[in-house]
């Protein structure tokens, strides 16, 4: 079946530790996207790449990194300068002018 | 910048009922406009779309009509089950790119 893979579905990190979220999708798309969802706010973006080895920043990049060396690949790095880091991330990608989600990760503060 | 405004939550309703979710938005030029569906613990769906003025788009029972005039794409269903009870998310994409705009998302219950 073609789709879109988050893994961890629940990930907890410690203080000052860099976590990295899995996002892998098998439907042969170029663009792909991260979002944050907080309780209330809706979707945010946080980096998307429209091709392979190229990325750009979105509306609160700040304390995360992304690389996209595969197209089938596209990791999100929360680092320790995120300091709220406890929130619902979605990977996203997009065929046909359509995006489609993963079923996101669940990451919290220990 | 691209905005979008919608129906603040919690709506609750009776099974059976009729549903109506506003959205509303800003954009320069034409965007395209979607509902998506998030149910409990789980990523989004596409609930349904509209690239262009007075399209409807429907799917399983909703409709949303592309309203250029009032800028809107309001979401409705005749009898609303149970199984409709989650968030629900009006966006849009404009520009070139693939970029979307989202609302805030309005939770959805529906009581038996």
């Known amino acids: 079946d073609g789709g879109i893979t988050q893994s961890p579905k629940y990930l907890f990190r410690k203080e000052g530790q860099n976590v990295t979220l899995s996002c892998e999708q098998n439907?042969?798309?170029?663009?792909m996207y991260w979002y944050r969802q907080d309780p209330g706010q809706g979707l945010r973006l946080i980096y998307y790449?429209?091709?392979?080895?190229?990325?750009q920043k979105g509306d609160i990049a700040e304390g995360y990194s992304v690389s996209r060396e595969k197209k089938e690949s596209f990791p999100l790095t929360v680092t320790s300068a995120q300091k709220n880091p406890t929130a619902f991330y979605l990977c996203?990608?997009?065929?046909?002018?359509?995006?489609?989600f993963g079923a996101g990760t669940r990451l919290s503060v220990l | 910048g691209n905005s979008v405004t919608q129906m603040e939550g919690p709506v609750t309703l009776s099974e059976e009922a009729f549903l109506t979710i506003n959205c509303t938005y800003t954009?320069?030029?034409?965007?395209?406009l979607f509902w998506y569906v998030q149910y409990p613990g789980e990523g989004l769906q596409l609930l349904l779309k509209a690239t262009k003025a007075d399209d409807k788009g429907s799917n399983k029972g909703f409709e949303a009509t592309y309203r250029k005039e009032t800028t809107s794409f309001h979401l409705e269903k005749g009898s609303v089950q149970v199984s409709d009870s989650a968030v629900y998310f009006c966006a849009l994409r404009g520009g070139s790119n693939y970029k979307l705009t989202f609302g805030k998302g309005t939770l959805l219950t529906v009581n038996p």
């Open positions: 439907l042969n798309h170029d663009a």
């Open positions: 790449s429209q091709i392979v080895n190229d990325f």
């Open positions: 954009a320069t030029g034409y965007p395209s």
């Open positions: 996203a990608s997009v065929g046909g002018n359509i995006q489609y």
